[in-house]
């Protein structure tokens, strides 16, 4: 019934427990006394590819653990639905905590799954995964969409927390209308913030790369009034800073977006420009965040506030952290995958480059 084992993702004050089927079922999960069902205004949902079950954070947190329940639908009729009796799957979780945590970042995948999954072993026990964007190659196809669930059942074996944010090719096809459905979000929304021991995250979605009006969307997009919805949202955190970053016991600070979206583009990528600029000041005066991580670039990188990557005002070092080649993103017989590691402790963020032959390839304290 499961295609992979579930995903927990971080959003808001809540986790998303979420799990692609294969066939038609009644799902809920049970975390300590408590059921959270998956439920649309009091109807259990069967008629779907992914289940969601929102559950308070501090409660798994506690409980460490949690069961995901089943009921297969042998047929769903208007009176008398038939199902099969329950079935229970336990899983146990480890939250974030303690003064030392560790991360992994990937971007870019692109639809490839063992490479990115060896380039994240390579770096070694980790205690969140990062998945910024493009994951799948793109959303034509729900199957494409599963790899994002692939990866996270490979890297967690739903015993950890993922963070999720959307990338540009996320948005292409005829799925795409569907993915905020299929992944985490904030009441239906793509950006939202997020707490995981003591550190604390703003996820932005930056939608298309050029504008909406470019041929190759075919008039699918309106993605300027969305970042219009942003500008209004990051103000929103900036007034609720002591539930956000400056609640009690924040050590660390993240952004999270697949574009870098402080780095001028050539044409026709160069869009956006001053709903950027507003966005880095507003970040930069008041969240004052340690690190962005970023993707998109299919490159490994870190810029410099001021550098000549710095074209908006970047609120902090930003780290593109996801570099991958194979012969589907270009001609080439070579296929590797390199990602990013993040350890966290005291004041100190470690960045290390792996890749998916097992090489630690760089070090970086910021």
């Given at each position: 019934?499961?295609?992979?084992?579930?995903?927990?993702?971080?959003?808001?004050?809540?986790?998303?427990?979420?799990?692609?089927?294969?066939?038609?079922?009644?799902?809920?999960?049970?975390?300590?006394?408590?059921?959270?069902?998956?439920?649309?205004?009091?109807?259990?949902?069967?008629?779907?590819?992914?289940?969601?079950?929102?559950?308070?954070?501090?409660?798994?947190?506690?409980?460490?653990?949690?069961?995901?329940?089943?009921?297969?639908?042998?047929?769903?009729?208007?009176?008398?639905?038939?199902?099969?009796?329950?079935?229970?799957?336990?899983?146990?979780?480890?939250?974030?905590?303690?003064?030392?945590?560790?991360?992994?970042?990937i971007s870019d995948a692109h639809s490839m799954v063992d490479l990115p999954v060896s380039a994240a072993k390579a770096y070694g026990d980790i205690d969140f995964l990062i998945l910024n964007g493009d994951i799948p190659n793109h959303s034509g196809d729900v199957e494409n969409i599963f790899t994002v669930y692939e990866i996270i059942e490979k890297l967690t074996e739903g015993k950890i927390p993922v963070v999720f944010a959307r990338g540009n090719h996320d948005m292409r096809g005829v799925c795409a209308e569907h993915f905020a459905e299929w992944t985490p979000n904030n009441n239906g929304a793509t950006y939202y913030t997020f707490r995981l021991g003591n550190?604390?995250?703003?996820?932005?979605?930056?939608?298309?790369?050029?504008?909406?009006?470019?041929?190759?969307?075919?008039?699918?997009?309106?993605?300027?009034?969305?970042?219009?919805?942003?500008?209004?949202?990051?103000?929103?955190?900036?007034?609720?800073?002591?539930?956000?970053?400056?609640?009690?016991?924040?050590?660390?600070?993240?952004?999270?977006?697949?574009?870098?979206?402080?780095?001028?583009?050539?044409?026709?990528?160069?869009?956006?420009?001053?709903?950027?600029?507003?966005?880095?000041?507003?970040?930069?005066?008041?969240?004052?965040?340690?690190?962005?991580?970023?993707?998109?670039?299919?490159?490994?990188?870190?810029?410099?506030?001021?550098?000549?990557?710095?074209?908006?005002?970047?609120?902090?070092?930003?780290?593109?952290?996801?570099?991958?080649?194979?012969?589907?993103?270009?001609?080439?017989?070579?296929?590797?995958?390199?990602?990013?590691?993040?350890?966290?402790?005291?004041?100190?963020?470690?960045?290390?480059?792996?890749?998916?032959?097992?090489?630690?390839?760089?070090?970086?304290?910021?």
């Amino acid at each position: 019934m499961f295609k992979t084992t579930p995903a927990v993702f971080a959003a808001g004050e809540n986790y998303h427990i979420m799990v692609p089927v294969s066939c038609p079922v009644l799902m809920w999960a049970k975390v300590g006394d408590e059921e959270y069902y998956d439920e649309d205004n009091g109807i259990m949902r069967s008629d779907v590819d992914v289940h969601r079950m929102i559950v308070p954070k501090n409660e798994l947190d506690k409980a460490r653990k949690y069961t995901i329940c089943v009921r297969k639908i042998i047929e769903r009729k208007p009176y008398f639905t038939e199902t099969e009796d329950a079935q229970f799957f336990d899983y146990e979780f480890k939250p974030v905590e303690g003064e030392k945590v560790r991360a992994y970042h990937i971007s870019d995948a692109h639809s490839m799954v063992d490479l990115p999954v060896s380039a994240a072993k390579a770096y070694g026990d980790i205690d969140f995964l990062i998945l910024n964007g493009d994951i799948p190659n793109h959303s034509g196809d729900v199957e494409n969409i599963f790899t994002v669930y692939e990866i996270i059942e490979k890297l967690t074996e739903g015993k950890i927390p993922v963070v999720f944010a959307r990338g540009n090719h996320d948005m292409r096809g005829v799925c795409a209308e569907h993915f905020a459905e299929w992944t985490p979000n904030n009441n239906g929304a793509t950006y939202y913030t997020f707490r995981l021991g003591n550190i604390w995250g703003l996820i932005l979605d930056c939608g298309e790369d050029k504008l909406d009006s470019s041929n190759e969307y075919g008039y699918t997009v309106s993605c300027h009034a969305f970042r219009k919805r942003q500008t209004k949202f990051i103000k929103s955190v900036i007034e609720n800073a002591e539930k956000e970053y400056n609640a009690d016991g924040v050590k660390h600070k993240l952004i999270i977006s697949h574009h870098p979206f402080t780095k001028k583009m050539n044409e026709p990528f160069n869009i956006e420009e001053d709903t950027y600029t507003e966005w880095a000041k507003l970040i930069k005066d008041n969240i004052k965040p340690d690190v962005m991580l970023c993707g998109h670039l299919h490159k490994l990188a870190i810029f410099e506030v001021g550098s000549e990557d710095d074209a908006f005002g970047q609120p902090c070092k930003v780290v593109i952290g996801s570099h991958p080649l194979a012969n589907h993103l270009k001609d080439t017989d070579e296929t590797w995958f390199k990602g990013a590691g993040f350890s966290f402790e005291n004041d100190k963020i470690e960045v290390t480059f792996t890749k998916s032959t097992g090489e630690i390839l760089e070090k970086h304290i910021i």
